[in-house]
Nanobody, 124 residues
Framework: QVQLVESGGGLVQAGGSLRLSCAASGRTFSSYSMGWFRQAPGKEREFVAAISRSPSSTYYADSVKGRFTISRDNAKNTVYLQMNSLKPEDTAVYYC?????????????????WGQGTQVTVSS
């Protein structure tokens, strides 16, 4: 069992930055690939970024490539999402998720554990 707790969301102006954190319980964090997803009002949840378990390969949605960076610190059982050059269309609830899969990390159905989400609002 893995419990995930996101933090770092908030209100920011367009062009600003935020860093989301996701703290995981348990001693097997390094065994999981981690993903970030988001859900805007009235829309389906969508993939944002993922980082595989060792070796840590990273993957991004086209909409955030070059602006967002995912990273992990296995010693702290934490995954991060650094979000720069934020746009109003980035407004959503952001969720982190964990999976034992190594491939296909953009697929939501592969993830076994989910956090409760953190709200990110980008004003224009």
């Amino acid at each position: 069992q893995v419990q995930l707790v996101e933090s770092g969301g908030g209100l920011v102006q367009a062009g600003g930055s935020l860093r989301l954190s996701c703290a995981a319980s348990g001693r097997t964090f390094s065994s999981y690939s981690m993903g970030w997803f988001r859900q805007a009002p009235g829309k389906e949840r969508e993939f944002v970024a993922a980082i595989s378990r060792s070796p840590s390969s990273t993957y991004y949605a086209d909409s955030v490539k070059g602006r967002f960076t995912i990273s992990r610190d296995n010693a702290k059982n934490t995954v991060y999402l650094q979000m720069n050059s934020l746009k109003p269309e980035d407004t959503a609830v952001y969720y982190c998720a964990a999976t034992t899969s190594l491939y296909g990390l953009a697929r939501e159905r592969l993830y076994d554990y989910w956090g409760q989400g953190t709200q990110v609002t980008v004003s224009s």
